[in-house]
C-alpha cells in the first residue's frame, strides 16, 4: 500500500471559474507508480467545489445557467448580513457542489468516462489562488 500526498495550485478568477484539471490529475497519477488503487481530491475553503462534467463550452455554461438558478447572486443572502462580504452565494453554491471528489484508479490510470473531465468550481466573487490537495491510495 502506497500513499502519496500532493498540491495543485490554480490561481482563478471571480464568480464561477470552471478549470480543467484533468491533465494535472492525470500526470500525477501516472507519477505515482500506483496501479490500483483511487485519488481523492479536496479544495480547501468555502466557496470552492469539485465535480466532473464534460468540459466543453456548451456544459459549462449550461452548469454555469444551473448554478445561478440554483443560488442567484442577486438575492439577499443573511451571509452578506452578518459578514458584508458579498459572497453569500458563493457559500451556497460550494456547499450544494461539495468539496471532494474521488476517482477510482485502474490500471495505473484515472477510471475516467471518455467525455469526463474532473473540474475545480471557484464560485467566490474575488479572484482567488486555490490549492487542490490530492491523496493517492493504491498498490503499486
Ligand atoms: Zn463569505
Redo the contacts with the bound molecule.
Sequence with gaps: MKILSDTLIYNTTADTDIIDITPEVAERVRGSGIEQGFVNLFVPGSTGALTTIEFESGAISDLKDAIERMAPKDIPYA?NLR?G?G?GYS?VRAALLGPSLQVPIIAGNLALGTWQQIVLCDFDNRPRQRRVLLQLVGEV
Design positions: 451571509h459578514w462580504d459572497n457559500h
